[in-house]
């Protein structure tokens, strides 16, 4: 059983679609990270949210800790967002993380 | 500022031999992480450091020892080497547990 889920697994959009990647999480939680990782590998925090809502240029976060659910969007998508989207709760029970297995994005030009 | 730096980059090991990645980061922060990603698993976290001085077990703790030798230098230790811990190890850290974690570029382990 994963204590984070995210879906979809893969995503594919064409250049300028709106996209939302979905999180899941089973735990009590004091804080959930979106992390951006390159084809290349390197891993890139994008938000660490506790509630409501953060903005960082096209990209919006979203948490709803009574549904134990968060969303990340991205507006008019590029090419360059193509990546792999990584959610992570850090459950305060014992001080862990939980980490999905994250979104494959491809945006095609 | 270099960030999170580790070392190797890349490693491979004969089953049964020993190695430690090491770890450091500039930016003064107090938590350090060690995380193992393995397709299809996602980020899996070893062990953690939340301030110098402590360490702590993650989700994946057996098989690895860590060492905080102090704030800016958090290393990870393989004493017997094994197939099942071929890997990318990457560290990172943060000012606290809860807060945005930096990670460094991480080391592609392989065990034969």
């Known amino acids: 059983k994963n204590e984070v889920e995210q879906s979809p697994q893969n995503l594919t959009a064409q250049e300028g679609e709106f996209i939302t990647i979905n999180c899941s999480y089973s735990v009590g939680i004091s804080a959930l990270h979106w992390l951006q990782q390159h084809p290349g590998g390197g891993i890139v925090s994008l938000f660490m949210?506790?509630?409501g809502k953060k903005k960082h240029g096209r990209l919006i976060a979203t948490i709803n800790i009574q549904e134990k659910h968060s969303s990340l969007h991205i507006t008019a998508s590029h090419p360059r967002d193509s990546a792999v989207y990584i959610c992570a709760a850090f459950s305060n029970t014992g001080n862990q993380f939980y980490f999905g297995t994250g979104t494959s994005l491809t945006v095609i030009p | 500022n270099a960030g999170v730096t580790q070392t190797p980059k890349f490693q491979v090991l004969k089953t049964g031999q020993s190695m430690t990645l090491q770890c450091a980061q500039d930016m003064n922060h107090n938590s350090m992480y060690w995380y193992r990603q393995d397709p299809g698993m996602g980020l899996r976290l070893i062990y953690y450091?939340?301030?110098?001085?402590?360490?702590d077990k993650g989700e994946v703790p057996n098989g690895y020892n860590v060492s905080r030798l102090n704030k800016r230098e958090f290393s990870l230790r393989l004493e017997s080497a094994a197939p099942s811990q071929t890997s990318v190890y990457f560290c990172a850290s943060s000012w606290e547990l809860t807060d945005t974690q930096y990670f460094g570029p991480g080391t592609r382990l392989t065990v034969l």
């Open positions: 949210l506790s509630s």
């Open positions: 450091s939340a301030s110098e001085g402590t360490t």
